[in-house]
């Protein structure tokens, strides 16, 4: 059995996620496609991810992707997580993952009706669903409130989490939005602020697209997803699979079943590569690299055992829930992590010494994105701050 080292592993990472210093990708859905999917829980993470790889710190090309050929789709798919694909990647999401996420989403909402007194709650569901679709048929792009104000089953309000110190409210239009989103039958459009905004307009996929996405069996759909994920990730361990499509154990063995791929021992565990040439691939020491990765940055969170490039910094740059702040990254490892000072200026803090040439590198990398900001704000959305960014911002302030 082939062995393979972290450092194997961490000149793999550099090149296929286009992060070593002559990888870049040539436009964001190149990125996309590299990492199968760009984390969007906060939509900030999906431009400083494109960046970092692009070398390209302009908003234009990501928003023309996105918004105008459209060859980006952001949608909600593994663990129940935004993610952006490509159009060619979205059905294997959508199919492999997304459409369990979406059973999910149905009975709860089903059983959020019932508490709330609505009765006959699984007929009701399938009448404001109906309602949400016909409405969205009829407009380009609607926003949650003009979609709950369309039809009185829609604005229905929901009280959540009842009696609790966190109880809230929302309309049912909200929640059939994540619905219809995990069906991929909607798709969030255009944001309603900057770019940096959480607020999307929402449209009817068939409409955003001008056709519907290809269909694709549910086996072939877990083939091809795990195909790619491991040509991305790879060599890895079949858990780091199963974590990061959010499948069961039993879903994870049948897909790399039926994929067979090659076995390999990874790090000391029994692990799985591609095939026999992914294995060989020649490791590229070449010019050591430096990057800045975002918070939830797929290549941060792109695996549950993550010791090979995270080494003894886990607890300083996770928060609690096991989301990745802002990491300094110096060819394949995560060194240390930035966040922004008062006046908005990226700033960083090493973990460990690297030497003067990745000071000098993280450095220039901290004035571009610097200027790349411009001025805006980044916050914490969908995670809290890591430990490391707490103890930079306490420093800055």
């Known amino acids: 059995m082939r062995r393979i080292s972290a450092s194997h592993r961490r000149a793999l990472l550099g090149r296929r996620h286009r992060l070593a210093t002559d990888a870049a990708a040539a436009d964001p859905v ?6 199968v999917a760009l984390h969007s829980t906060d939509p900030a993470t999906v431009y400083l991810s494109t960046w970092a790889r692009t070398r390209d710190p302009r908003h234009a090309p990501l928003q023309h992707a996105l918004y105008d050929d459209r060859r980006l789709l952001r949608l909600l798919a593994m663990r129940r997580t935004v993610f952006v694909t490509s159009r060619a990647v979205a059905p294997l999401v959508l199919t492999a993952c997304a459409a369990e996420v979406a059973d999910r989403e149905r009975r709860k909402l089903i059983t959020m009706l019932a508490e709330n007194g609505i ?3 699984e007929r009701f569901l399938t009448e404001a669903r109906d309602a949400a679709l016909s409405v969205l048929d009829a407009r380009d792009e609607i926003t949650a409130a003009e979609l709950a104000g369309a039809d009185p089953r829609l604005g229905t309000p929901l009280v959540l989490s009842r009696g609790k110190r966190y109880e809230g409210k929302q309309n049912v239009a909200s929640r059939v939005l994540l619905l219809l989103s995990a069906e991929g039958l909607v798709v969030r459009g255009r944001p309603r602020g900057s770019w940096t905004s959480q607020q999307y307009r929402w449209t009817s996929m068939r409409t955003w697209l001008g056709d519907d996405l290809p269909t694709v069996s549910e086996a072939d759909a877990e083939v091809e997803l795990a195909r790619r994920w491991l040509a991305a990730y790879g060599p890895a361990l079949p858990e ?9 154990k039993t879903r994870t063995k049948r897909a790399l079943t039926a994929l067979r791929p090659a ?3 990874v790090c000391g565990t029994a692990g799985v590569a591609l095939d026999d040439t992914d294995v060989d691939e020649p490791r ?3 010019v050591p690299w430096a990057a800045l990765l975002p918070a939830l940055d797929p290549t941060s969170m792109g695996w549950r055992q993550r010791d090979w490039y995270l080494g003894e910094h886990a607890e300083r740059v996770f928060d609690t829930n096991g989301n990745a702040g802002p990491t300094v990254w110096w060819n394949g490892r995560i060194v240390g992590g930035w966040t922004q000072d008062g ?3 990226v700033v960083y803090r090493l ?3 690297v030497g003067s040439d990745a000071v000098e590198a993280v450095d220039a990398l901290a004035d571009r994105l610097t200027a790349a900001l411009d001025g805006v704000r980044l916050s914490a959305r969908g995670r809290r701050l890591s430990p490391l960014e707490q103890e930079i911002q306490e420093i800055t302030v």
Do not use: M, Y
Not at 30 to 35: E, I, K, N, T, Y
Not at 240 to 247: E, H, N
């Open 30 to 35: 190149d990125v996309a496609d590299s990492l």
């Open 263 to 265: 076995e390999v021992e």
């Open 284 to 286: 590229v020491e070449g």
């Open 240 to 248: 780091d699979l199963q974590w990061w499509t959010g499948w069961t």
């Open 119 to 121: 009765e006959r709650p």
């Open 351 to 353: 973990l460990e010494d």
């Open 343 to 345: 006046r908005g200026d």
